[in-house]
């Protein structure tokens, strides 16, 4: 099970810390954890991916703003949000799958999913 958190209304340029915590796996088990988004009326898009065996993959739309950090011992993985802009807006999920994040880690199948947390981007 995976439990995304920390969403919430920000204003624009401001940071925002999302984080996703699983159970019932162990991340540094060898396993590949992303962060998605879906904006509205808009298709879910693929952020970053972050894996023990290959680092850290972003989106290109990412361009330095976000960051993503682990704390294994309380089985977590943190995303941070600067510069916030508007297109911003939408739900954040967390996935996870056994193995590396791939070339294209956005089109790979994920066993578990949580529920999504909702930032609002908006003065």
């Known amino acids: 099970q995976l439990v995304e958190s920390g969403g919430g209304l920000v204003q624009p340029g401001g940071s925002v810390r999302l984080s996703c915590v699983g159970s019932?796996?162990?991340?540094?088990?060898?396993?590949?954890i992303a962060w998605f988004r879906q904006a509205p009326g808009k298709e879910r898009e693929g952020v970053s991916c972050?894996?023990?065996?290959?680092?850290?993959s972003f989106a290109d739309f990412v361009k330095g703003r976000f960051t993503l950090s682990r704390d294994d011992a309380k089985n977590t993985v943190n995303v941070e949000v600067n510069m916030l802009k508007p297109e911003d807006t939408g739900i954040y999920y967390c996935?996870?799958?056994?193995?590396?994040?791939?070339?294209?880690?956005?089109?790979?199948?994920?066993?578990?999913w949580g529920q999504g947390t909702q930032v609002t981007v908006s003065s």
């Open positions: 019932g796996f162990t991340f540094d088990d060898d396993y590949a």
């Open positions: 996935a996870a799958h056994r193995g590396l994040c791939g070339s294209e880690w956005y089109r790979s199948s994920y066993d578990y």
């Open positions: 972050l894996s023990t065996t290959n680092g850290v």
